[in-house]
């Protein structure tokens, strides 16, 4: 089975109180239609990165986080996603403001995930940022996830399984 990184923002629009923001509440709509049904097929990891996120913010929210990411295996910090950190903020030109991002991107890399599954288009699912990380990636003979958000996901190509 597909294994799936699930970044922060995913338990977040799941938990999240539904947004004023017409495009906010679309991806929290589709995210919570993604995860009633479609992601099945998947094996999902998180990392320590995305525990502590989940845990930061008001107290009622961050408990609803830990409640969807405890059933998933979390992936330790070690020098390899260390490694990845010092290459990819140099390398990925983003702003200091994204060390988290940057490291939720070395825990996909560094695991060998095949998805990466997020909302931030700023910094990670990003066809600018993901051009760049593969281009890195290759140079290092290192695969790189598919980037993806729930929507991406909701629908299986006929006769494809995960």
Not at 28 to 39: I, K
Not at 107 to 122: H, Q, S
Request: charged fraction near 25%; charge should be negative; hydrophobic fraction near 40%.
């Amino acid at each position: 089975m597909a294994i799936a990184y699930l970044e922060t923002t995913i338990p977040s629009y799941l938990t999240s109180r539904p947004s004023r923001d017409l495009i906010v509440a679309a991806h929290q709509q589709l995210t919570h239609e993604w995860w009633s049904g479609a992601r099945h097929g998947l094996d999902f990891v998180v990392s320590e990165a995305v525990l502590a996120e989940v845990r930061e913010g008001n107290p009622e929210f961050s408990d609803e986080r830990i409640k969807i990411v405890r059933e998933f295996p979390v992936l330790s910090l070690n020098d390899d996603v260390r490694s990845l950190v010092k290459v990819y903020a140099t390398g990925l030109g983003l702003h200091p403001e994204a060390a988290g991002d940057v490291l939720h991107i070395s825990f996909a890399v560094a695991y060998e995930v095949d998805y990466l599954v997020t909302w931030n288009c700023k910094h990670i699912a990003n066809g600018h940022v993901i051009r760049r990380l593969q281009e890195i990636n290759a140079r290092q003979r290192r695969a790189t996830p598919v980037i993806v958000t729930p929507e991406e996901l909701l629908v299986k190509p006929t006769g494809e399984t995960p």
